[in-house]
């Protein structure tokens, strides 16, 4: 399984920008899929998940509201519609992939990740 996360890019505070995440391999539709982040200087942070049979999605508090995960399995792709940001959300962004197919916040419990995209808030 591979994961390639893209969409990261500059934006000023306040605007919006799209991630992506396109997953090839076996049963990638069964696969619970999460969004997590690293700041400079950070450990990595849970972000948002997404499961894989109901589309059940989950949130860190402090992106609730302003952030919108989803999935499209015809194309094998899970999204992070981010918007409102912050020069706080300033980050590399990873998407990751876990068989279980249920909701975690736990990094251990995912086993595939992408290669990262940056993303960079300007105040």
């Known amino acids: 399984v591979q994961l390639q996360a893209s969409g990261g890019g500059l934006v000023q505070a306040g605007g919006s920008l799209r991630l992506s995440c396109e997953a090839s391999g076996r049963d990638v539709n069964l696969f619970a899929m999460g969004w997590f982040r690293q700041a400079p200087g950070k450990e990595r942070e849970f972000v948002a998940a997404?499961?894989?049979?109901?589309?059940?999605?989950y949130y860190r508090d402090f992106v609730k509201g302003r952030f919108a995960i989803s999935r499209d399995n015809n194309k094998n792709t899970v999204y992070l519609q981010m918007s409102g940001l912050e020069s706080e959300d300033t980050a590399v962004y990873y998407c990751?992939?876990?068989?279980?197919?249920?909701?975690?916040?736990?990094?251990?419990?995912?086993?595939?990740w992408g290669q990262g995209t940056l993303v960079t808030v300007s105040s």
């Open positions: 997404i499961s894989a049979a109901e589309g059940t999605t």
């Open positions: 990751a992939g876990s068989s279980r197919g249920y909701l975690s916040r736990r990094q251990s419990e995912y086993t595939y």
